[in-house]
């Protein structure tokens, strides 16, 4: 029987543990293509091809095939659904949102010391990441409850040595209690219950370059560039239980349970999380193109992992509901919450680079990325993430991302499709859970040194989601699709 209703608080040190986990690591990982809507509309697709702000991004040497100067900037419309299938039930959840796709400002100037030779100097921001989406997940429990890993969580442990972010509260908030000396769960898994779990994510991963090319003979080009990325990552995660068909009377539990006055059986329980990320990261690009002949171009580069210095804050909460209106609600750590600070570092990234150029009638741009996720780490000061990065080692392996972009001149007119595959984490390619692909197109219009260029990119990914531990509920499928439209206003000079 519950003593008193609340616990000691551990202490600040014990709650990363379970927070911060392998999945942050990812998140921060998996960055896409962005920056003006021709790189969109051809799916990022320019390590060989240059001359446009997306260079800055991808191979650095890019924008040493600029001879003139060029400013633009762009914004966009987001509209993403995801589809949710929990034990035959189906979810959808849209939304929508506007976005600031970036820009660019590159110098070129010829090389005083060979006629044939210049330099070019950019400055760039691209969107590599927008995290906006909902996720509404509802389904069947099949005699499944969170609780059960809260007991799992609470088994050899005093009250008072509970995880306060987790079983903590559920103890306080008696979804679970004691008789005895001995945990038991107010949620009878001998009755079925509804799950739900409403995801709300926001926020963006924006990074500026800084980048210095230098064309030789208009045969070779070389170049480098400081990324500075800044994320905003907010999270909200509302878990529920409930029973809806009212079959938990506090006289038909098949173990025993406390009676407590005015209270009666359970009736629901809600878990959230909360938590906003914030930080900035730098990594460092090098690259070069070669043009082979008048119509080929080779590419490579090479960029650094992206080191991050992240702060989160973050509050859980819980509220229990019984049959007769009794209720408890608790949350740690208190108001406003708590804050911890530490670092993520991502995997370094090689891209080879493929150029066909025809003057008078288009381009064609092939890039393939290889990256390993298992290289990812996160870092505290003392460090706490060991078991954490022994997981990331273990779970996550090398992966592939394809980009391919084609661009058709019909003067003033530009006609753009593209496709992108970027894969899993987990090493699948090209098809799988975790295989986000791209479907792009756009066109574009160019009249002396004025341009406008539109994009669309159509997206979709598919992701297997566990509302909790999984030794402890049924698989959710999530189907992911995505729009995007954008448009870049720019001008040579």
């Known amino acids: 029987m519950k003593n008193s209703l609340y616990i000691t608080v551990l202490s600040a040190l014990t709650l990363p543990l379970f927070s911060q986990n392998d999945l942050d690591a990812m998140r921060y990982s998996q960055t896409y293509f962005g920056g003006t809507a021709r790189s969109k509309s051809m799916a990022g697709s320019f390590g060989a091809l240059g001359a446009d702000g997306s260079c800055m991004n991808i191979n650095p040497a890019g924008i040493g095939l600029y001879k003139k100067g060029d400013i633009n900037i762009g914004f966009g419309l987001n509209s993403n659904t995801a589809q949710s299938t929990h034990n035959g039930t189906s979810t959808s959840s849209p939304s929508t949102n506007f976005n600031f796709n970036g820009l660019t400002l590159v110098g070129a100037w010829d090389s005083k010391i060979d006629p044939k030779s210049h330099h070019s100097l950019g400055l760039s921001a691209n969107q590599t990441v927008n995290f906006n989406s909902n996720i ?11 609780t059960q890993d809260m007991l799992a969580q609470s088994k050899g442990l005093t009250v008072k040595n509970l995880d306060g972010t987790y079983a903590g509260l559920g103890f306080n908030t008696l979804a679970l209690d004691t008789i005895d000396g001995k945990y038991y769960s107010f949620v009878n898994t001998k009755f079925n219950t509804v799950q739900s779990n ?6 963006r991963i924006n990074e500026w370059n800084i980048n210095y090319a230098y064309g030789y003979n208009d045969k070779l080009y070389i170049g480098a560039s400081l990324g500075i990325s800044s994320i905003n990552f907010n999270y909200t995660s509302t878990y529920s239980e409930a029973d809806t068909k009212d079959s938990m009377r506090i006289t038909n539990y098949n173990y025993p349970v406390y009676n407590y006055s005015g209270f009666g059986g359970f009736k629901d329980l809600s878990y959230q999380e909360s938590y906003k990320t914030t930080g900035t990261g ?17 590419g490579a ?32 750590p208190p108001s406003p919450g708590g804050r911890f600070k530490y670092k993520v570092i991502t995997p370094m990234k090689f891209t080879g680079s493929v150029a066909l150029v025809y003057k008078k009638l288009g381009s064609m741009n092939i890039d393939y990325d290889i990256l390993n996720y298992g290289g990812a780490s996160l870092q505290s000061s003392p460090q706490v993430f ?92 999530i189907k992911n699709s995505g729009t995007t439209i954008g448009i870049t206003i720019g001008s040579k000079f």
């Open 282 to 298: 730098y990594n460092f690009k090098i690259g070069a193109i070669y043009r082979a002949a008048d119509f080929i171009r080779l």
């Open 386 to 477: 060991n078991g954490v990065n022994s997981t990331i080692k273990s779970k996550y392996s090398q992966s592939s991302n394809l980009r391919i972009g084609a661009e058709l001149v019909f003067s003033p007119i530009y006609v753009r499709l593209g496709y992108a595959m970027y894969g899993s984490p987990f090493g699948n390619t090209f098809n799988g859970n975790g295989v986000k692909t791209f479907y792009t197109g756009g066109l574009g219009y160019r009249k002396n040194k004025f341009y406008v260029d539109l994009s669309i990119t159509k997206s979709t990914s598919n992701e297997d989601y566990y509302m909790y531990n999984a030794a402890y509920v049924d698989v959710s499928t």
């Open 301 to 332: 580069s090479f960029a650094t992992p992206t080191f991050y210095n992240l702060t989160d804050a973050y509050i859980y909460s819980m509220t229990t509901h019984f049959d007769r209106g009794g209720s408890y609600t608790d949350q740690n």
């Open 198 to 203: 409403a995801i709300q994510k926001s926020g």
């Open 136 to 146: 509404d997940i509802e389904g069947s429990s099949n005699h499944k409850s969170i």
